[in-house]
């Protein structure tokens, strides 16, 4: 296996990358490093301990695709080609070939999981496509387009309900098309805000402010679902946030 390892600027220096908290930028150098030549790591639970950092810091990078885990326990760092290109006299292929397998290359370099077996692929046609960080496409159940898409009304009510000023930008944009995707709608969007605004004001997450989790890589990622079907706390029913840890 080849002994360095390169990180590139338009991932590491984007803006998506600083939100996150130290712990987690360093954890996701640590797996980096820790990668094979094709840029799985098995052990991550293992690497988490070693750089410090927490179960919480984990799921930061699961749920802004960073990485993507497999049923295995292993994780793939998801813009590993675009970080590293090893010689071929020094490649040495992974021996985690099952998760190998569940994997495309996109046109920009990064890995997207597959919904099918990738050898079936050949023959059919991909179910769906979304635009990821990096502005190429990830796979879902079905591709709307923009135009339909009301991506501005959605962002004005979050800025309505909670006294903020986010603006539509790409990454927005991006975690609500994928919800979009998923055949939710603009009432869903409007309940998933009211829920948590009515849930989090006011409260602590682990010591922090639960408001500061009312933005969209939080409201509209992969738990979009079960903030939507819960039933908001009322404010006399407040309790620690602890056993729950960061609301992804």
Request: aromatic content about 12%; overall charge neutral; some cysteine.
């Amino acid at each position: 296996m080849a002994q360095r390892r390169m990180f590139s600027k338009k991932i590491v220096e984007t803006d998506f990358f600083m939100e996150m908290s130290p712990t987690a930028k360093l954890l996701y150098f640590y797996l980096n490093m820790s990668a094979d030549d094709d840029g799985f790591v098995g052990n991550p639970k293992t690497i988490k301990l070693i750089s410090g950092a927490t179960d919480d810091d984990l799921k930061i990078l699961i749920a802004k695709q960073f990485i993507i885990p497999f049923d295995s326990g292993v994780i793939v760092i998801k813009d590993w080609k675009i970080h590293n290109y090893i010689q071929k006299d020094r490649y040495n292929q992974t021996q985690y070939l099952d998760e190998k397998k569940q994997l495309l290359v996109e046109e920009n370099g990064t890995y997207t999981k597959c919904i099918q077996d990738v050898s079936s692929l050949d023959t059919q046609v991909r179910l769906g496509k979304s635009k990821d960080r990096l502005g190429n496409s990830n796979n879902t159940m079905s591709d709307k387009s923009d135009d339909v898409i009301p991506y501005s009304e959605i962002i004005s009510y979050l800025n309505e309900k909670t006294g903020r000023s986010f603006r539509t930008t790409e990454a927005h944009k991006r975690f609500i098309k994928a919800r979009w995707n998923e055949n939710y709608k603009l009432d869903d969007f409007k309940r998933v805000v009211d829920n948590k605004v009515a849930d989090w004001t006011g409260k602590t997450i682990n010591g922090q402010p639960a408001e500061k989790y009312l933005q969209p890589s939080t409201l509209f990622g992969t738990k979009f679902d079960n903030y939507l079907n819960q039933t908001p706390m009322r404010q006399e029913q407040a309790q620690p946030y602890d056993d729950l840890g960061l609301p992804f």
